[in-house]
């Protein structure tokens, strides 16, 4: 038996403004999303901003359902939407925000597991990394460089 060691390098930045101005431009499209989502039963309202290398930015918001798993996460409204519109484009980074409406959300809140396997698919498929960058409503940033940071040892295609 040995042991394993998986390791993971995150940079967190204190604030908003801490970031660079064409970050802070991506998570204010996120902000503003946030604020569109559809989430009447959960309450929890999350915006996701994503650049392409097109220069086209592509933005999404979680859309829930009465019949719960119905629902959409914000990630995967934004991803899906920008592979449907521009599939020959490269995600360069995604900007997410989320916040609930009965608390002030001031920790990063990280892509659920399910949109993590999401966004997975298409930086394996574009072949470059995906930078992604989340907070709350307010607080601190987390940035990672690579979507493999937030999932390691992925399920991937190459096993099919
Ligand atoms: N949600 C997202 O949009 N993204 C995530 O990564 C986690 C959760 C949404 C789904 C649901 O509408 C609400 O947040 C509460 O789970």
Same mark, same amino acid.
């Given at each position: 038996m040995? &042991? =394993?060691? @998986? &390791?993971?390098?995150?940079?967190?930045y204190d604030s908003i403004e801490e970031l660079d101005p064409e970050v802070?431009? =991506?998570?204010n499209e996120a902000i503003a999303i946030r604020k569109k989502a559809y989430a009447p039963y959960s309450k929890f309202l999350v915006g996701a901003a994503l650049l392409l290398d097109n220069g086209k930015i592509v933005t999404g918001s979680n859309q829930?359902?009465?019949?719960?798993?119905?629902? =959409?996460?914000a990630e995967r409204t934004a991803i899906y939407y920008a592979g449907a519109q521009y599939p020959e484009a490269k995600i360069v980074r995604m900007a997410l925000t989320a916040g609930s409406l009965k608390t002030v959300t001031n920790t990063p809140i990280p892509p659920c597991g399910a949109c993590r396997q999401a966004i997975s698919?298409? &930086? @394996?498929?574009?072949?470059?990394? @995906?930078? @992604?960058?989340?907070?709350g409503e307010t607080g601190k940033v987390i940035k990672s460089n690579s979507l493999k940071n937030l999932l390691p040892l992925v399920f991937e295609k190459s096993v099919l």
């Open positions: 040995k &042991e =394993l060691k @998986i &390791e993971a390098t995150l940079f967190v802070i431009d =991506l998570m829930e359902n009465a019949s719960y798993p119905s629902g =959409l996460c698919e298409y &930086e @394996i498929k574009q072949g470059t990394p @995906i930078e @992604i960058y989340f907070m």
